[in-house]
């Protein structure tokens, strides 16, 4: 008589091994989520800042003023430790000129593992470009 291998902890073992996966599956994607959320605080920041500039574009403070007071969730733009604001302009920043916000943060990842395949913390830079309308030089 042949002695029949005992298959009682397969299920067991398959359960952990694809449990682990889809838990890695999902971290991914909550920080994929964060991550883009978190971008689109920094876009609609460097946007603000780029209409104040397009009206008032020798005002770098009030400039970086209005990005900085745009949001405080989930990132803390008036934190400058942490955001880094950057305007430009081209030309003489004359009318039709162009004016250029940059809003800089590093995201640091939380997902396990994650360090083998990017960069942490992961740098998240938005950069809006708006024309200058109104302008004191001649």
Known sequence: MKK???ERGQSLV???IS???ILWLLAGAVEFGLAFFQYIQLRDAAQEGALYGSVNPSDTAGIIARVRNASSSPI?????????????????????????????????????????????PRTLTA?????????TCG
Do not use: R
């Open 4 to 6: 029949i291998k005992s």
């Open 14 to 16: 398959e359960l952990a």
């Open 19 to 21: 449990l682990v996966i």
């Open 76 to 120: 803390n733009l008036s934190d400058a430790g942490i955001v880094t604001v950057t305007v430009t302009t081209s030309g003489s920043g004359c009318v039709a000129d162009s004016l250029t916000v940059a809003v800089s943060y590093d995201h640091h990842l939380f997902m396990p593992f994650a360090e083998l395949f990017m960069d942490n």
């Open 127 to 135: 950069t809006v470009t708006d024309t200058i309308l109104n302008s």
